[in-house]
């Protein structure tokens, strides 16, 4: 079975500099999805990137990137001059090939991110 | 275009209660997913339906838990004879595809 492990229960980083949060998952697929959601204060679910497996540049989106690792199983998300609007929780999830029977999104515990001022 | 829509964002029910949360999935999307989320933890799913069918329910306990998604309307979860124990945040997410999956607010259920 996926599983979908996130080591840091919690991490902070000051404002404007980088941070980096981990994601590990275990699956036995060559053709899957990964996703980095955030979750803010609010606990609206919110995409924050995706990345399809079959794709070896790693996606990026504004100040977020991430670096996958296939071989690894290893999906960390990279967050440039953070800022305060990006405290929240991070959640890492996978999902399997495009086949009707995986559309379950496997998660992770999360990361709670806090932004020091 | 509208997000998806969950309603409503908090409901409080007493043990032994029904419990209907409401979910209408963005325009175009015929897939929709129910997750639930206990406090401090990631979320877990529930079930995954396209319009009038249940294509997949194995996240969901057996008893009391029931989804149906019409034809017309929205997708309804329904929880009968609440207890402490269903208190959570529910989640619902829609899709047009086996593609990304968007969420909604979520309902926050509280169980006295």
């Known amino acids: 079975a996926q599983t979908v492990t996130q080591s840091q229960p919690e991490m902070s980083v000051q404002e404007a500099e980088t941070v980096t949060l981990s994601c590990t998952y275990d699956?036995?697929?060559?053709?899957?999805?990964l996703f980095w959601y955030k979750q803010p204060p609010s606990r609206q679910m919110i995409l924050v990137i995706r990345?399809?497996?079959?794709k070896q540049q790693n996606a990026t989106e504004n100040r977020f990137s991430v670096n996958f690792q296939k071989a690894a199983k290893s999906f960390s998300l990279k967050i440039s001059d953070s800022q305060l609007g990006d405290a929240a929780m991070y959640f890492c999830?996978?999902?399997?090939?495009?086949?009707?029977?995986?559309?379950?999104?496997?998660w992770g515990a999360g990361t709670k991110l806090i932004i020091k001022p | 275009n509208a997000g998806v829509m969950q309603n409503p964002r908090h409901l409080v029910r007493r043990r032994g209660q029904e419990a209907r949360l409401r979910c209408s999935p963005m325009?175009?999307?015929?897939?929709v997913y129910w997750y639930r989320q206990l406090p401090e933890e990631g979320l877990k799913f529930m079930v995954y339906?396209?319009?009038?069918?249940?294509?997949?329910e194995s996240g969901m306990p057996k008893e009391r838990f029931s989804a149906e998604f019409p034809k017309e309307g929205p997708s309804i979860l329904r929880i009968q004879q609440v207890v402490r124990g269903d208190s959570a945040a529910y989640f619902c997410?829609?899709?047009?595809?086996?593609?990304?999956?968007?969420f909604g607010p979520g309902t926050r259920l509280l169980v006295l």
């Open positions: 997410a829609s899709s047009p595809s086996l593609q990304t999956q968007y």
């Open positions: 325009k175009g999307h015929s897939h």
């Open positions: 339906l396209q319009k009038e069918n249940i294509i997949d």
């Open positions: 699956t036995s697929e060559s053709d899957y999805y």
């Open positions: 990345q399809e497996a079959y």
């Open positions: 999830a996978y999902r399997g090939p495009s086949m009707d029977s995986n559309y379950q999104l496997i």
